[in-house]
């Protein structure tokens, strides 16, 4: 196995762990640092192992990029409008179109790590899809048939919810009702008034390439006077000679002030967002939960409960996890859950593991997805079959 992640992250050590204690030779880590800065590429990595040109080409996984400010600055500058000028690396990314105020790509390096502030999120996973087209073009050169755990392609279309959830409707699959397409929501004016339009009061707005709650909000507004009332990890600093910073924090936090919540919300819109219906969704002692299923290969395996006293429920920011059997599922109820996460990872044929996020509604318990995370195996405390979730795929794939 080839391991393109941050070397020496909990994710990274714990997949050589898992390799080492199913009895599997170390993974070859290849660091997305020097991979974006020019000191390493797939294919110098590859023939210094030997991996070059033979007919059984190793397993190629994309670990998460996150968590790395220097990962995240340079990703930043790749995909700055004077990084790159050829159409074809933005070939992967589902949405074109330019990012807005976007920086160039010396402004996009200088930029220096404060804890917790989003800095231009479409502008960043701009870059990521161009990394990820180079890799992809990359081991086509070296190999027939690479044979990748996700597809970059894939991944790709899965850090994107816009493009997500236009996949998975299509295959049928059930999911929240999408209040507009992004290219109606140009602003916050524009998604009150479709709001109002389709009736829809209350919906989750999400930034369409966030993960861990990052861009989150839970919105909804009342049908008779408009008051409105946002939960969201969100918060803003503003500055007297130049634009407000918006950072994300692991406390979600209620804002009921239409000064707060709009410049917030376009915010989100100008980098792209996510806006559906707010799923009501099952609840344990007053609190609501959504279910965190994993799928290997076509199989839902490790499931963890989210619970949260807001709507809310990534683990990220400290929601209590739990099993399916402690918050009162039934094995029907459970069952549900595990075939509409296949059946989620069945409308990606080239790859083989994700996280899928699925709320039970409230009452009726239907199964709706949520999200797909191509990077949701970090789950902590939970066996399947006797396996943690790295080492139950390095069994199966």
């Not at 059930?174 to 389709?198: I, N, Q, T, V």
């Not at 909000?217 to 000679?241: D, L, R, S």
Request: aromatic share 8%; glycine share 8%.
């Amino acid at each position: 196995m080839i391991l393109i992640g941050n070397p020496g992250n909990r994710r990274t050590s714990g997949l050589q762990a898992a390799r080492l204690k199913m009895g599997l030779p170390p993974a070859l880590e290849l660091s997305y640092l020097e991979l974006l800065e020019g000191e390493a590429s797939l294919a110098r990595a590859a023939e210094r192992a030997g991996y070059a040109g033979i007919s059984e080409p190793p397993l190629l996984r994309l670990d998460a990029p996150g968590e790395l400010f220097e990962v995240e600055r340079a990703l930043i500058a790749l995909g700055a409008p004077d990084a790159c000028s050829a159409e074809e690396a933005d070939r992967l990314l589902p949405y074109g179109g330019e990012d807005w105020r976007p920086l160039s790509r010396n402004n996009a390096l200088r930029m220096q790590e404060r804890h917790g502030r989003l800095y231009h999120p479409s502008q960043w996973f701009r870059g990521y899809c161009r990394l990820l087209a180079g890799l992809e073009q990359e081991a086509r050169r070296l190999w027939a048939a690479p044979r990748w755990v996700n597809a970059p392609g894939d991944i790709a279309v899965m850090f994107d919810k816009r493009a997500t959830h236009r996949l998975l409707t299509d295959a049928g699959i059930p999911m929240p009702r999408l209040l507009a397409s992004p290219e109606e929501l140009p602003d916050y004016e524009a998604l009150r008034e479709k709001m109002a339009a389709k009736r829809m009061h209350r919906i989750f707005l999400k930034l369409a390439t966030g993960s861990g709650a990052c861009g989150v909000i839970a919105y909804q507004t009342h049908p008779a006077t408009g008051a409105e009332v946002a939960v969201t990890t969100m918060g803003m600093e503003h500055y007297t000679a130049r634009p407000p910073s918006i950072f994300s924090v692991k406390k979600p936090y209620r804002y009921t002030d239409a000064k707060v919540i709009k410049p917030l919300v376009d915010w989100l819109l100008k980098h792209g967002a996510h806006a559906e219906q707010w799923i009501p969704k099952a609840s344990y002692k007053e609190r609501t939960f959504d279910i965190r299923q994993l799928v290997v290969r076509g199989e839902a395996c490790h499931q963890v409960a989210r619970v949260s006293g807001t709507p809310i429920t990534n683990l990220h920011i400290r929601n209590e996890r739990m099993t399916a059997e402690e918050v009162g599922l039934s094995e029907a109820d459970r069952r549900a859950a595990r075939e509409c996460a296949e059946s989620a990872l069945a409308a990606f044929p080239a790859s083989s593991v994700a996280g899928i996020d699925i709320a039970l509604s409230n009452g009726a318990r239907r199964p709706y997805v949520l999200d797909v995370n191509p990077f949701g195996d970090l789950l902590y405390r939970v066996q399947y079959r006797g396996y943690d979730p790295y080492e139950w795929q390095y069994k199966k794939i």
